[in-house]
């Protein structure tokens, strides 16, 4: 007979068992790739380019609000500053896109391939699955996504210490921050074809070259202490020379055309399989604990602020990534990742449900759209609107799905329930 002091008998996986695991963990993933490519080839063709452009600004601003949901859902926290990581996202993708395209292909215009949003007027024969520009701009939207995740590791670790109000302060403070850092960029820089006397004055020239790419610069001269202006060969130049140059107020335009429904079908659908696994994770039990307890977490060994932390990076990286798809789909503009934006943000996560992954992604469709659909009211489409939020927050104040998810039974009893009680019936 068992005692307590023998060990437990590890039993071995079942044949199959691994298979079924790693079945389980790709599927999700190969669909959404699977959803994409529907997107592109099959929706596309039959929508206009307004309609075109109105799906994916659905998705994009599902990753956002998805996004936000791991921190201020799963974790409890209240941050009101998630453009500045959209900012900070699209405007590093976009300047390596831009700058990027000129080393490589001698201008900013887009070398996509049948996946991009826009491609060169060449044959269609001769385009590819996947070119080099999409290379560029893959790699482009992840690192922008990362730059994203580092700016929120230094601005969450010391200020997720703080709770509530304070919190929601410094995050307001952070995304006003990046606005106005960008407003104070140089402009865009334009490159032209110069004489190499100009650009290298008192080398020989190479043979059979006359003219060279450069842009033009500027710097202060040691001597006399005036500005002046210099051109410097594109492939002589300096990433921090010309990087920063996004713009300022003015805005950054110069991007290539690569988002379509394609990418941002893939990555929407990346978003949302993640964080439903992360919530379902030891990791999101974690952020839940300290959503509905954070003492009750400490006490029982939770490191809230690390795994605090650890949500505002993943929802910054995601933000970020969603800023990559913006940067190439519409003009970056300061105006456009100020506070009324965070604020929309939190309307989607707050209109669907704190916590839900599935109600905030209904909650970005109808922000988005609803919108629109009133345009033809003109004056009063604001005032049907606000009034429309107002009535969900006094007949609905925990969102549309409040925290369980689209496909959660005790949902639809909860909606069964509610329905038998209008009409008079006994619930069984």
Same mark, same amino acid.
């Given at each position: 007979?068992?005692?307590?002091?023998?060990? =437990?008998?590890?039993?071995?996986?079942?044949?199959?068992?691994?298979?079924?695991?790693?079945?389980?963990?790709?599927?999700? $993933?190969?669909?959404?790739?699977?959803?994409?490519?529907?997107?592109?080839?099959?929706?596309?063709?039959?929508?206009?380019?307004?309609?075109?452009?109105?799906?994916?600004?659905?998705?994009?601003?599902?990753?956002?609000?998805?996004?936000?949901?791991?921190?201020?859902? @799963?974790?409890?926290? @209240?941050?009101?500053?998630?453009?500045?990581?959209?900012?900070?996202?699209?405007?590093?993708?976009?300047?390596?896109?831009?700058?990027?395209?000129? /080393?490589?292909?001698?201008?900013?215009?887009?070398?996509?391939?049948?996946?991009?949003?826009?491609?060169?007027?060449?044959?269609?024969?001769?385009?590819?699955?996947?070119?080099?520009?999409?290379?560029?701009?893959?790699? /482009?939207?992840?690192?922008?996504?990362?730059?994203?995740?580092?700016?929120?590791?230094?601005?969450?670790?010391?200020?997720?210490?703080?709770?509530?109000?304070?919190?929601?302060?410094?995050?307001?403070? $952070?995304?006003?921050?990046?606005?106005?850092?960008?407003?104070?960029?140089?402009?865009?820089?334009? =490159?032209?074809?110069?004489?190499?006397?100009?650009?290298?004055?008192?080398?020989?020239?190479?043979?059979?070259?006359?003219?060279?790419?450069?842009?033009?610069?500027?710097?202060?001269?040691?001597?006399?202490?005036?500005?002046?202006?210099?051109? *410097?060969?594109?492939?002589?130049?300096?990433?921090?020379?010309?990087?920063?140059?996004?713009?300022?107020?003015?805005?950054?335009?110069?991007?290539?055309?690569?988002?379509?429904?394609?990418?941002?079908?893939?990555?929407?659908?990346?978003?949302?399989?993640?964080?439903?696994?992360?919530?379902?994770?030891?990791?999101?039990?974690?952020?839940?604990?300290?959503?509905?307890?954070?003492? /009750?977490?400490?006490?029982?060994?939770?490191?809230?602020?690390?795994?605090?932390?650890?949500? $505002?990076?993943?929802?910054?990286?995601?933000?970020?990534?969603?800023?990559?798809?913006?940067?190439?789909? *519409?003009?970056?503009?300061?105006?456009?990742?100020?506070?009324?934006?965070?604020?929309?943000?939190?309307?989607?996560?707050?209109?669907?449900?704190?916590?839900?992954?599935?109600?905030?992604?209904? /909650?970005?469709?109808?922000?988005?759209?609803?919108?629109?659909?009133?345009?033809?009211?003109?004056?009063?489409?604001?005032?049907?609107?606000?009034?429309?939020?107002?009535?969900?927050?006094? @007949?609905?104040?925990?969102?549309?799905?409040?925290?369980?998810?689209?496909?959660?039974?005790?949902?639809?009893?909860?909606?069964?329930?509610?329905?038998?009680?209008? *009409?008079?019936?006994?619930?069984?």
């Amino acid at each position: 007979m068992p005692t307590r002091f023998d060990k =437990p008998r590890i039993e071995p996986l079942r044949a199959g068992s691994a298979g079924r695991v790693y079945t389980r963990a790709v599927v999700p $993933f190969l669909a959404s790739l699977a959803l994409a490519f529907a997107l592109q080839f099959l929706l596309r063709p039959n929508l206009t380019d307004y309609d075109a452009g109105l799906v994916m600004s659905v998705g994009i601003n599902i990753m956002l609000a998805v996004s936000l949901t791991i921190v201020n859902g @799963f974790t409890g926290q @209240f941050s009101i500053g998630h453009a500045g990581f959209l900012g900070v996202g699209g405007y590093v993708a976009g300047s390596i896109t831009y700058y990027g395209s000129v /080393a490589a292909f001698g201008n900013g215009s887009t070398h996509g391939s049948v996946l991009s949003g826009t491609t060169l007027d060449v044959d269609a024969a001769t385009l590819t699955w996947f070119g080099t520009g999409d290379w560029l701009f893959v790699t /482009a939207v992840i690192t922008g996504g990362l730059v994203a995740a580092g700016v929120g590791y230094v601005v969450g670790l010391p200020s997720l210490r703080l709770r509530g109000d304070y919190l929601a302060i410094v995050t307001l403070g $952070f995304g006003e921050i990046v606005r106005v850092v960008i407003q104070r960029t140089g402009n865009v820089l334009k =490159p032209q074809m110069i004489s190499w006397d100009q650009v290298h004055p008192g080398l020989p020239h190479p043979a059979g070259v006359e003219k060279i790419l450069a842009y033009q610069l500027s710097r202060v001269n040691e001597s006399t202490g005036a500005t002046e202006t210099y051109w *410097k060969a594109v492939s002589d130049a300096h990433w921090w020379q010309v990087m920063p140059r996004v713009g300022g107020s003015l805005g950054f335009s110069a991007t290539p055309d690569y988002t379509s429904l394609f990418w941002v079908g893939l990555f929407a659908c990346v978003t949302l399989v993640v964080a439903y696994r992360l919530k379902r994770s030891t990791f999101g039990r974690a952020f839940l604990s300290i959503r509905e307890d954070e003492i /009750a977490s400490e006490a029982m060994g939770v490191d809230t602020t690390r795994y605090k932390v650890r949500a $505002f990076m993943i929802a910054a990286f995601f933000a970020g990534l969603a800023g990559g798809l913006y940067a190439h789909f *519409k003009s970056m503009n300061p105006n456009e990742i100020g506070f009324s934006r965070s604020f929309d943000i939190v309307i989607m996560v707050v209109l669907g449900g704190l916590g839900s992954v599935s109600g905030a992604t209904i /909650a970005a469709v109808i922000v988005t759209l609803l919108p629109e659909w009133l345009r033809s009211l003109d004056q009063y489409r604001m005032v049907i609107w606000a009034l429309a939020l107002i009535l969900m927050m006094i @007949f609905r104040p925990q969102g549309l799905l409040g925290v369980r998810e689209v496909w959660d039974p005790a949902l639809w009893r909860s909606v069964r329930g509610l329905f038998s009680r209008s *009409k008079g019936v006994p619930r069984a």
